[in-house]
């Protein structure tokens, strides 16, 4: 059975003790101190700070414990199955995080002469190449630090493709779907276009009348996702991209799904200009609780002159890769330096550990997988699959419990609070909002049978207990978790975000 | 089977009689009908042009391979900072970030299952609130320069004007990705000058700016330390002149230097926004880093905030302590369009690594780390303006742990890159091509890492460069 420690939450500054250490420097001479005091002297003193910064002291094992301590009330890929939908949460391989842990990743600086960073390099450049070939573009930047950072990038380059034409005053319109992601409309938003949103097709897919209503001169492009969040591959997408391109509109792939599709359909070939990865979703990197993610971004060969600066190149003669800063029209910097490396890495050593054939096995298994959880989920009392109830998914599916809710008075979020009493972590809820009681499921590849059965279970199980009279122990849940459900109302009503403001409340 | 289903391997655990059992059970013959809804002639056919799948041996060899053309700050003394800084890093921290439970989870949806991340993150706001003095802090950026730019937009939408005062000494790539950042808001960047003497901002000229402008400033902008590693001493005036306009006063910092300096909070910041690399994050060729961004606890600005923010309260049931993320209604999920910012990943791993970080440390050891810094940088600046042809510093005012040296004797550039490296040297950013007025001049840096011997190395290479040893 599942039960998380639930050790007390006793916060770092609550077991400081002053003059506790848990690290040491080598100590100042009294030359150093010297010139410190001899520093001190010629700054303001309005400017010197006049006492040490209330931060915690404790020894090492105590920060130690502590931190072990809250590992132990939370939950990885690692601890069970993550089925979060469109989040990806494959196993996360300990070989990538070995690469990462070199010190020739580690121990070098991104200002270092080129010479010196050949290795660097020349991983950027493959991988770079390595995700164009996957995609079917024709060049990549591995800058975007994470999924909304690529599609910043992304709509940046439309916006600046459109401005090199002259064009932007009347480009002001980015269409998305409904279903598509929040990232998509704040991305667009933040980029300074207008988010014309249009309604979902009743079979899930995009609404073609609707879409050739929206288009319009002012249309700069359409953000996409295919398969789309409700786990259907758009059968028009062709269709759809021509008739952006004919406004002279571009069309922006968002990779949330991309983990459906390598080796069996490339976006470059759907006709799509732009496209970014989430490298912490398909290519297995860990998300870290919320990242450090990477999210390269693929543009067809008319594009690649706006990518931000630099890109890597190899002089194949002289074995030599090189920083490229030659792009006319880029967009400019996106954030200092090149990427997040230690994260490019691991993904790096995860195509090599895959290979082609392997990525392709990854997208056959991940359908599969997806599709047998629909099939034995929606023939379950209370679910349903509202879009796509009987033709296959992709890598993911929506399972609806509207009528677990009419019938039994039980919601999507009662189920998921259910899950996560079983040791499951809940799929995504609430998402797409197209769909009443939407719970996402995205099983991945790498779970085994034995696992989806378990949480399919599950899944009956609630069902039963909730056309029972036995509701409690579902209105309950969590029970096995370190704190039972969060009063989120309090939180945001009397905000306490710091131990400041706590200290402040007391 | 006709399907290449049968890619053994250790990530993909479905058996054969599995993958039948699967396919009849959804009703179909075989994977590749899953695809069918892929139009025919988009489908892929041909082969990737990828590499063939390594063993985890192979995969290692070959990046072990690739990896022997990078040399490492542990094979050559370095100087170079300029936004990243080779810092302590406490073995315990690796330790701590490495376990499974925090690397592999995710944002934490389901926050009664992911206290640990929550509260990790949660302390992590309370140690950056204690060093800024600035109590709202989201649970990080990507890095510095992306929170210069959520900066600059977040004064728009508090003030609703649209120009933004920066110094004209901004680190180029923090510089470049600002222009970036408020091109589609059309925020206009109008840069103030620094003098060339003190090397910290000149005042007057930036009054003088202020005045043709002041109806539309939407905040101004100042680092300290600064990008020369100057320490900025009229940092409350220029916070007053923001003030005196409506417009927000935005401080970038180094987490580092406040175990010397004193919190923006204090001196009248709006927003401190700052790099966190050098606590207790590696290098990593620039990237992962850690965007700090904290604001006054103000309504006004805590309803424009950008990122994630973790709130603490109770259980619903009860006073035991619970943490969630909270304030949500700003962000991309709920707001969509009309959210703070698109931000959603971000660098929470990170933010934690910081917690642990400040953690070990504690404040004496920030402070240590600080002073030993500025010691050896000073005794550095101290050898380098001994030898004949080099002026150190350049600027008169005070510096940190970094600090900008020229060379004043005739000498080729080129040249003087490749010396420095044969002689197993990283270091000095060349200031000449950002700031033509800075011509043979280089920006160096110093940590409580660096050693004397490599200082003093330092100092005789270059001593012999300029004595003609290095061909020049």
């Known amino acids: 059975m599942y039960k998380q420690a639930n050790w007390n939450k006793e916060l770092i500054f609550e077991k400081s003790r002053s003059k506790r250490i848990g690290y040491q420097i080598e100590e100042l001479t009294s030359e150093d101190r010297k010139r410190v005091e001899k520093a001190r002297t010629n700054i303001s003193k309005t400017i010197l700070r006049e006492s040490l910064p209330k931060i915690p002291e404790l020894t090492e094992l105590e920060v130690i414990r502590h931190f072990t301590r809250l590992s132990q009330m939370n939950y990885g890929v690692d601890s069970g199955f993550y089925p979060l939908g469109s989040c990806t949460m494959k196993y996360n391989p300990k070989i990538c995080d070995e690469v990462a842990s070199l010190p020739q990743i580690q121990h070098v600086h991104p200002y270092q002469h080129p010479s010196t960073v050949q290795g660097s390099l020349q991983i950027m450049y493959e991988l770079a190449e390595w995700l164009a070939e996957l995609s079917g573009m024709s060049k990549v930047t591995l800058q975007p630090a994470a999924g909304a950072h690529g599609e910043y990038t992304g709509i940046m380059i439309i916006r600046e493709y459109h401005a090199t ?28 276009f207008k988010i014309v949103v249009i309604p979902s097709h009743e079979d899930g897919c995009v609404d073609l009348n609707a879409l050739r209503a929206a288009v319009s001169e002012n249309t700069a492009g359409v953000m996409l996702t295919n398969p789309s969040t409700l786990g259907i591959f758009e059968q028009n997408i062709e269709e759809i991209i021509s008739i952006i391109h004919a406004v002279d509109g571009l069309a922006y792939y968002d990779g949330a799904n991309f983990n459906a599709i390598m080796g069996k359909v490339r976006p470059g070939d759907m006709g799509f200009d732009i496209v970014h990865y989430n490298l912490h979703k398909t290519f297995a990197t860990p998300h870290g609780g919320g990242g450090p993610g990477s999210g390269p971004v693929g543009v067809v060969k008319h594009l690649e002159s706006y990518l931000p600066v630099p890109t890597v190149g190899y002089n194949q003669e002289k074995n030599h890769y090189y920083f490229e800063y030659n792009h006319p029209n880029t967009i400019g910097k996106i954030r200092s330096y090149f990427g997040n490396f230690s994260v490019l890495v691991r993904a790096y050593a995860y195509i090599l550990r895959l290979g082609n054939r392997g990525l392709a096995a990854v997208s056959e298994m991940a359908v599969l997988n997806a599709n047998y959880m629909k099939k034995r989920s929606q023939d379950i009392k209370g679910f349903s699959v509202i879009y796509g109830k009987d033709k296959p998914c992709m890598h993911e599916y929506v399972l609806s419990a509207r009528d677990l809710l009419r019938d039994t008075g039980i919601s999507g979020l009662d189920v ?32 085994a049978k034995e696992v989806l059965d378990g949480f399919i279970e599950i899944l009956e199980e609630v069902s039963d207990i909730a056309y029972s009279e036995e509701k409690s122990r579902i209105l309950q849940a969590p029970i096995n978790t370190s704190v039972k459900r969060i009063d989120d109302v309090k939180a945001a009503r009397n905000p306490i975000l710091s131990f400041k403001m706590l200290e402040e409340k007391e | 089977m006709t399907d290449s289903t049968r890619f053994v391997h250790p990530y993909l655990p479905q058996t054969e009689d599995q993958i039948k059992d699967m396919l009849a059970k959804i009703g179909v013959s075989s994977i590749d009908e899953l695809f069918n809804s892929i139009p025919k002639k988009l489908r892929f056919s041909g082969e990737l042009k990828l590499p063939k799948p390594h063993t985890e041996h192979q995969t290692l060899s070959r990046i072990k391979d690739i990896l022997q053309r990078n040399k490492t700050v542990d094979d050559y003394d370095s100087f170079l900072g300029g936004g990243i800084y080779h810092h302590s890093i406490p073995s315990a921290l690796p330790a701590l970030i490495n376990r499974s439970e925090f690397i592999t989870s995710y944002t934490p949806y389901a926050p009664e299952m992911s206290q640990g991340m929550l509260q990790g993150l949660w302390e992590y706001q309370s140690m950056i609130a204690e060093l800024t003095q600035l109590e709202l802090v989201n ?16 004064c728009t939408r508090v003030t609703k004007k649209e120009i933004f005062l920066v110094p004209s000494y901004l680190q180029p790539e923090r510089y470049q ?59 409350s005036e220029v916070s007053k002149i923001a003030h005196n306009c409506n417009g927000l006063s935005v401080v970038g910092i180094d987490p580092i230097s406040l175990g010397i300096l004193q919190s923006p909070g204090y001196y009248g910041a709006d927003i401190a926004i700052g790099e966190g690399q050098g606590l207790g994050l590696p290098m990593n060729f620039g990237g992962p880093l850690l965007g700090l961004f904290a604001t006054k606890n103000d309504k006004r600005l805590a309803r424009a905030i950008p990122g994630r923010i973790i709130g603490l ?22 707001r969509r369009e009309k959210a703070t910012s698109n931000i959603c990943t971000n660098n929470a791993l990170c933010a934690l690594a910081s917690n642990i970080f400040l953690s070990l440390i504690g404040p004496n050891g920030l402070k240590n780390i600080a002073e030993s810094s500025m010691a050896r940088a000073a005794y550095l600046a101290e050898k380098l303006n001994d030898i004949d042809g080099i002026k150190a510093p350049v600027f008169t005012s005070q510096f940190f742990k970094e600090f900008v040296f020229q060379i004043t004797k005739r000498h080729h550039s080129d040249k003087f890159d490749e010396y420095l490296i044969k002689n197993g040297i990283l270091g000095g950013i060349s200031l000449t091509p950002n700031f033509p ?36």
């Open chain 2, 139 to 154: 649970s990080s950026m990507y890095d510095m320069a992306t929170a210069l730019g959520e900066a600059a937009l977040m």
């Open chain 1, 416 to 447: 998921s609070k259910y899950l996560i009493d079983q040791g499951f972590h809940p799929p995504t809820i609430y998402f797409p909002l197209i769909v009443p009681e939407a719970l996402m499921i995205e099983p991945t590849e790498t779970e």
């Open chain 2, 313 to 334: 309260t109770t259980e619903k049931n009860s006073s035991n302590r619970a943490f969630t993320m909270t304030l949500q209604t700003r962000e991309q999920h709920i």
């Open chain 2, 177 to 235: 990705t600002l222009l970036t950042y408020t091109k589609g808001p059309q925020i206009k960047v109008k840069c103030y000058p620094f003098d060339p003497i003190t090397g910290r901002v000149n005042i007057e000229e930036l009054i003088k700016i202020f005045d043709t402008y002041k109806d539309n400033i939407s905040g101004i902008y100042i680092e300290n330390p600064n990008f020369f590693g100057v320490i900025e001493e009229e940092v």
């Open chain 1, 165 to 192: 034409k002259g064009n932007l005053d009347k480009k002001t319109e980015i269409i998305v779907p409904d279903s598509a992601h929040g990232t998509n409309p704040a991305t667009a938003s933040m980029c300074g």
């Open chain 2, 437 to 472: 007025s800075l011509a043979n001049s280089y920006l160096v840096s110093v940590t409580e890492l660096t050693s004397y011997t490599a200082i003093n190395k330092f100092v005789k290479i270059l001593k012999d460069y300029l004595n003609g040893k290095g061909g020049n």
